[in-house]
């Protein structure tokens, strides 16, 4: 979420508190109230997208580390069973070996693992009897399951964030389009009332506070009759 979201909104609450406080100017009249009460949707909507927006950047969040845990999980098993797997060859009397792959995608990782529950379940015994755990095999299934469910929460959070993300902006263009019906019906009722303009510009006014520069200082005359500074010299 932006910034520049949050004050949009914050803008869009201070009208909808303004006009709720001067509803005399807007009672009665059709067109002020659909849009007093497209503003007021629009408000709300944006505050649920708002919170949906950071359940899902969460949710992304949540996944990635979890993806990052399972994935490392089910290359420390690949690489006990690839290490191992030399030995148990020459017992078996296979040609059959497990390689592990340098570098690949997560998808790539679990056909790989899939592959090596498939060829190296039948000589669990085998591998065991050399010294390698016999839950590293049989845990495989539930990592590459464990690394599948990551990527899902990861991939669905990435959705949620985006999906709000496009309802934050156009929600806000809505309360944007009712405040502008809503500013003219004001700005016509209060007329000349600089108080009651300026409340309206201030409430819908959007960006940061704003700051005072401070003056340039700007060169001091020398006092009348104050010896002039010397001047410079240049040696030849």
Known sequence: MKNMNRRQYDAQVAIRTLCAAREEIFRGNP?????????NASTSHVAAAFAAHE??????KNGTNARRGARKALRKSLRAIARTGPVVALEAGTEAGFEMPKGCSDRQLIAVAEDFV???TPLASKFEAHKLPAVVIANLPEQMAALDRAMARQSEGRSAHKVA????DAELKSGSEAMDALE???MNAVGDDVTAVGNWKEARRVGPSRTVEPA???PSEPPAGAPAPPASTRVA
């Open 165 to 168: 993300r496009r309802a934050i």
């Open 118 to 120: 498939r060829r190296a």
């Open 216 to 218: 340039a200082e700007t």
């Open 55 to 60: 359940a899902g950047r969460a949710a992304r």
């Open 31 to 39: 067109v002020a109230e659909k849009m007093l009460a497209q503003l």
């Open 184 to 186: 003219r019906i004001y």
